[in-house]
């Protein structure tokens, strides 16, 4: 259904959607919220303090004075209770002085902050008691949103799509089986996702999804594996030389992961079938050289082969340090041709010219290598670098075209072995457990606003010594709904800080042409400081950029925050990770001690996991490009489990699904299947 089916939304609001990736209402129901907002019951102001959000209850205890400073207006007024007083502030909301008559009782809900010893709430919303009586306890939704999109329309266009559409919530598990794994019902499910009335309905709700999503990922997985099981090897290699001469050339020397992890690579590629591989290796554990090794390996055998990354940036990386890579012995056979979205159509055509005749035989690319147009002359490898964010679509979308290549997938998702070989099911693991021995350690420091005066200090330093840094936000834009720091106005403030020094901005809402254009210039070293969404966390390579600075540090996973300091660290220079916590709650300091005192990415992800427990709100992923909208690997151990026992089961008394009571799960899956196919051809 289009969303301008809908009640109250026209074709403006409609775009503002589009924007955030939403086109239907099939989309819009699975726009999940990223946290929740609770409304508490209210306090007493004896009990406010500075930088908390609360709902407070409290006698208007002073007339209500209206002032107009140059182009605002300004409401102020003051309640009492007889803990204290609380000073309240509108600024260009001149109606709200009608409501607020002194001697009445009502209650108010903002943030709180304190200046000279007096505490103060900007733009509180106002309840009377009985209105607030009806939402309190309750948690409404907070959703990423666009400027000009409120929070409010959005969960009006969620409600009326519920309503509007009741196709959207299909069960498609059977009865029993939903019982037997104590699951929610998947109406239920998605409507208490958007509205849960408690935490506990919030929690079946996310777990449900969590569920569908690792779920239906490893039917596809044993699908699609199945389909190719018992082939021999189409693509047979010889070892060869080439691979033990560049080793020799590089700079450094690789460690005994690497070592070990190559031998397995190279024994797959000339073994009796098909190679399909995981590679798991910490941030930094030098995983780029095995495949480029792999890539090598095939040319030598007269092979083509391919290496996809999750983004344009990582990709082009990828491709000249290949192109460098050229200078050493050892690398004369290698062909290496790059080929992205964002390429001008002649480029273009000259790259899918080469690849189709073979004069190229190394290609790098994001997925823009397996759409249609492209056509390999015998590609017998495909590696996908940060297996995480592709999942099964390559896979499915290869083998359509030719004899199944190797496969091989890089990830530096810490997940432990055994929950990996439920979720990626047969696929052989190696692990690359050895950091390069020389890397200085990383420096941390976890600390809070109060810090911001010395971390400019710090960084006016560092940028003096040549070096480069990135500022992390969680946020794009503001968001009238989440107090966070966001890229645009913390650009605005560096740059006002270090008039000269360039400052870009890169997001996941920029096209891949600028975010490109962007990242190249942080590559050369023109723009040296970076602000950025969580779009650089994935695999970047910047050995200059010796600060991550992190704002909101909080509002991350660890791993996501461990793999963002994987940014840092790279080259010879002593890096610094500065995490900046914007709340001050024992559970967010604990956390984000875990990160200061430990680099191991595996460890983290455990000990968040115990931390986090099971009674987390604010699990909900803000990126739109990861595999997984809730299901999180590293603190979902116990239902992917449950995922993939019942995944074993179902494949095993029913494998194509023909049963009457897979009917639906078969339709499901088949959606499933297509709709990866369909992301890859777009
Ligand atoms: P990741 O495993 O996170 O993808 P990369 O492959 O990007 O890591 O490697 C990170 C950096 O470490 C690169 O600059 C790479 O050249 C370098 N590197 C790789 N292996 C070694 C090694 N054995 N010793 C020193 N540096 C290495
Ligand atoms: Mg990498």
Same mark, same amino acid.
């Given at each position: +259904?289009?969303?301008?089916?809908?009640?109250?939304?026209?074709?403006?609001?409609?775009?503002?959607?589009?924007?955030?990736?939403?086109?239907?209402?099939?989309?819009?129901?699975?726009?999940?919220?990223?946290?929740?907002?609770?409304?508490?019951?209210?306090?007493?102001?004896?009990?406010?303090?500075?930088?908390?959000?609360?709902?407070?209850?409290?006698?208007?205890?002073?007339?209500?004075?209206?002032?107009?400073?140059?182009?605002?207006?300004?409401?102020?007024?003051?309640?009492?209770?007889?803990?204290?007083?609380?000073?309240?502030?509108?600024?260009?909301?001149?109606?709200?002085?009608?409501?607020?008559? %002194?001697?009445?009782?009502?209650?108010?809900?903002?943030?709180?902050?304190?200046?000279?010893?007096?505490?103060?709430?900007?733009?509180?919303?106002?309840?009377?008691? $009985?209105?607030?009586?009806?939402?309190?306890?309750?948690?409404?939704?907070?959703?990423?949103?666009?400027?000009?999109?409120?929070?409010?329309?959005?969960?009006?266009?969620?409600?009326?799509?519920?309503?509007?559409?009741?196709?959207?919530?299909?069960?498609?598990?059977?009865?029993?089986?939903?019982?037997?794994?104590?699951?929610?019902?998947?109406?239920?499910?998605?409507?208490?996702? !958007?509205?849960?009335?408690?935490?506990?309905?919030?929690?079946?709700?996310?777990?449900?999804?969590?569920?569908?999503?690792?779920?239906?990922? *490893?039917?596809?997985?044993?699908?699609?594996?199945?389909?190719?099981?018992? /082939?021999?090897?189409?693509?047979?290699? %010889?070892?060869?030389?080439?691979?033990?001469?560049?080793?020799?050339?590089?700079?450094?020397?690789?460690?005994?992961?690497?070592?070990?992890?190559?031998?397995?690579?190279?024994?797959?590629?000339?073994?009796?079938?098909?190679?399909?591989?995981? *590679? /798991?290796? @910490?941030?930094?554990?030098?995983?780029?050289?095995?495949?480029?090794?792999?890539?090598?390996?095939?040319?030598?055998?007269?092979?083509?082969?391919?290496?996809?990354?999750?983004?344009?940036?990582?990709?082009?990386?990828?491709?000249?340090?290949?192109?460098?890579?050229?200078?050493?012995?050892?690398?004369?056979?290698?062909?290496?041709?790059?080929?992205?979205?964002?390429?001008?159509?002649?480029?273009?055509?000259?790259?899918?010219?080469?690849?189709?005749?073979?004069?190229?035989?190394?290609?790098?690319?994001? !997925?823009?290598?397996?759409?249609?147009?492209?056509?390999?002359?015998?590609?017998?490898?495909?590696?996908?670098?940060?297996?995480?964010?592709?999942?099964?679509?390559?896979?499915?979308?290869?083998?359509?075209?030719?004899?199944?290549?190797?496969?091989?997938?890089?990830?530096?998702?810490?997940?432990?072995?055994?929950?990996?070989?439920?979720?990626?099911?047969?696929?052989?693991?190696?692990?690359? @457990?050895?950091?390069?021995?020389?890397?200085?350690?990383?420096?941390?420091?976890?600390?809070?606003?109060?810090?911001?005066?010395?971390?400019?200090?710090?960084?006016?330093? /560092?940028? %003096?010594?040549?070096?480069?840094?990135?500022?992390?936000?969680?946020? *794009?834009?503001?968001?009238?709904?989440?107090?966070?720091?966001?890229?645009?106005?913390?650009?605005?403030?560096?740059?006002?800080?270090?008039?000269?020094?360039?400052?870009?901005?890169?997001?996941?809402?920029?096209?891949?042409?600028?975010?490109?254009?962007?990242?190249?210039?942080?590559?050369?070293?023109?723009?040296?400081?970076?602000?950025?969404?969580?779009?650089?966390?994935?695999?970047?390579?910047?050995?200059?950029?010796?600060? +991550?600075?992190?704002?909101?540090?909080?509002?991350?996973?660890?791993?996501?925050? !461990? /793999?963002?300091?994987?940014?840092?660290?790279?080259?010879?220079?002593?890096?610094?990770?500065?995490? +900046?916590?914007?709340?001050?709650?024992?559970?967010?300091? %604990?956390?984000?001690?875990?990160?200061?005192?430990?680099?191991?990415?595996?460890?983290?992800?455990?000990?968040?996991?115990?931390?986090?427990?099971?009674?987390?709100?604010?699990?909900?992923?803000?990126?739109? @490009?990861?595999?997984?909208?809730?299901?999180?690997?590293?603190?979902?151990?116990?239902?992917?489990?449950?995922?993939?026992?019942?995944?074993?089961?179902?494949?095993?008394?029913?494998?194509?699904?023909?049963?009457?009571?897979?009917?639906?799960?078969?339709?499901?899956? $088949?959606?499933?299947?297509?709709?990866?196919?369909?992301?890859?051809?777009?």
């Amino acid at each position: +259904m289009k969303l301008t089916e809908l009640k109250g939304i026209g074709p403006k609001t409609e775009e503002l959607f589009a924007k955030l990736g939403v086109f239907s209402t099939k989309d819009l129901i699975r726009y999940y919220p990223i946290s929740y907002d609770a409304y508490d019951s209210p306090r007493a102001i004896g009990s406010l303090y500075a930088g908390m959000r609360a709902a407070v209850e409290g006698i208007i205890a002073k007339n209500v004075v209206v002032r107009n400073v140059k182009r605002l207006t300004i409401v102020t007024t003051e309640i009492s209770d007889p803990g204290g007083r609380l000073v309240l502030t509108w600024f260009n909301a001149p109606f709200v002085a009608s409501l607020l008559k %002194k001697g009445s009782r009502l209650i108010f809900r903002g943030s709180v902050r304190e200046k000279n010893g007096r505490l103060y709430m900007d733009h509180p919303e106002i309840f009377t008691p $009985e209105k607030y009586g009806a939402v309190e306890n309750t948690l409404v939704p907070v959703y990423g949103l666009t400027k000009g999109l409120s929070g409010k329309t959005v969960t009006k266009a969620v409600c009326a799509a519920l309503e509007a559409d009741s196709s959207l919530l299909n069960e498609y598990l059977p009865e029993t089986s939903m019982h037997l794994l104590g699951l929610a019902d998947e109406a239920e499910a998605i409507r208490n996702i !958007h509205f849960p009335k408690t935490a506990e309905d919030f929690q079946k709700a996310r777990e449900r999804l969590a569920f569908d999503e690792l779920f239906l990922f *490893i039917m596809a997985v044993r699908t699609l594996k199945a389909r190719d099981e018992e /082939q021999p090897n189409y693509w047979p290699m %010889k070892k060869c030389w080439e691979t033990e001469e560049l080793t020799d050339a590089l700079p450094f020397e690789l460690t005994g992961a690497q070592k070990r992890v190559w031998r397995e690579i190279e024994g797959d590629l000339s073994g009796h079938k098909p190679m399909s591989r995981l *590679i /798991q290796g @910490d941030v930094g554990s030098g995983k780029t050289i095995l495949a480029f090794f792999a890539m090598l390996m095939c040319a030598v055998n007269g092979y083509q082969s391919a290496l996809m990354a999750p983004t344009e940036v990582l990709a082009k990386q990828h491709y000249e340090k290949l192109c460098a890579l050229k200078e050493k012995p050892g690398t004369e056979k290698l062909a290496p041709v790059l080929l992205t979205g964002s390429m001008k159509a002649k480029e273009k055509r000259e790259a899918l010219q080469k690849i189709s005749s073979g004069e190229a035989n190394t290609v790098i690319g994001t !997925h823009a290598l397996f759409q249609e147009a492209v056509v390999y002359k015998n590609l017998a490898l495909v590696i996908t670098d940060e297996q995480h964010r592709f999942g099964v679509r390559q896979r499915q979308a290869m083998t359509e075209k030719c004899d199944p290549p190797h496969t091989m997938v890089m990830s530096a998702t810490p997940i432990p072995r055994t929950l990996g070989v439920i979720f990626y099911g047969d696929l052989d693991i190696s692990l690359v @457990d050895e950091l390069p021995k020389t890397r200085l350690p990383i420096k941390n420091a976890v600390v809070d606003n109060t810090f911001r005066q010395k971390a400019m200090r710090f960084f006016a330093g /560092q940028l %003096k010594e040549g070096r480069q840094i990135y500022v992390i936000c969680p946020m *794009i834009e503001e968001n009238e709904s989440i107090e966070a720091a966001n890229v645009t106005d913390t650009a605005a403030a560096l740059r006002k800080e270090f008039p000269g020094v360039e400052v870009g901005k890169l997001h996941g809402r920029m096209k891949a042409e600028e975010k490109d254009r962007i990242m190249e210039k942080f590559l050369n070293g023109t723009i040296r400081i970076l602000v950025s969404t969580t779009v650089v966390e994935v695999g970047v390579d910047v050995p200059n950029a010796t600060v +991550m600075m992190i704002e909101n540090a909080e509002r991350f996973g660890l791993a996501q925050l !461990h /793999q963002l300091r994987g940014r840092v660290g790279r080259g010879s220079f002593q890096s610094y990770c500065i995490f +900046m916590a914007g709340e001050q709650s024992e559970q967010a300091k %604990k956390r984000l001690e875990i990160l200061r005192t430990s680099d191991n990415g595996f460890e983290i992800a455990e000990k968040d996991f115990a931390l986090r427990g099971p009674g987390d709100l604010l699990g909900i992923r803000q990126s739109g @490009d990861a595999m997984f909208r809730i299901a999180d690997l590293t603190r979902d151990a116990e239902i992917l489990k449950t995922a993939g026992a019942y995944a074993a089961s179902v494949m095993h008394d029913d494998p194509a699904l023909i049963f009457s009571e897979h009917e639906l799960l078969r339709a499901e899956m $088949e959606r499933y299947i297509e709709s990866y196919e369909k992301t890859i051809t777009i």
